[in-house]
């Protein structure tokens, strides 16, 4: 990353490329699975603001998001067992020295989006809050 702090590394972030003529798509099987997976994601997150939406309506709209994220938190864990075998493939001083202080902080812009969903969905509705959420990811991704 460039030096100049979150705000420079947001604008790294962005790529812009020119076009390309006559650019050939092959689309193998690794590309298929990932679309697949993406759209998989893709409807879990919209499925995600439905139930915890449902649950925050029967108990505190903090508790759904706190469950949602405490049953997500086992999974991941389990995925980060198995595909860093438990770790240890992980260079951990080196991580903890390269990487800017804030990027070990991504959880919790993620939960705010999960509380956020769940306290507006059950009076706004999945569609209406899922389409504002979406604008403002597309409208994020240009900074």
């Not at 460039?2 to 092959?26: H, S, W, Y």
């Not at 990487?99 to 509705?125: K, N, Q």
Request: aromatic content about 14%; proline content about 3%; charged content about 10%.
């Amino acid at each position: 990353m460039a030096k100049g702090g979150f705000v420079q590394a947001l604008k790294d972030a962005v790529v812009i490329e020119k076009p390309r003529i006559n650019a050939q798509v092959t689309f193998d099987k690794k590309l298929i699975m990932d679309i697949f997976l993406l759209m998989v994601g893709g409807t879990c997150t919209g499925l995600q603001g439905a139930v915890n939406g449902a649950m925050s309506i029967h108990v505190n709209g903090g508790f759904s998001a706190w469950l949602s994220f405490a049953f997500g938190s086992v999974l991941l864990f389990i995925f980060f067992m198995i595909d860093t075998r438990g770790g240890k493939t992980i260079n951990w001083k080196n991580s903890l020295k390269t990487a800017p202080w804030w990027s070990w902080f991504g959880g919790i812009p993620g939960a705010a989006f999960v509380l956020f969903i769940t306290l507006f969905i059950p009076y706004r509705g999945a569609a209406v809050v899922s389409g504002i959420t979406i604008c403002a990811q597309m409208l994020t991704s240009l900074f």
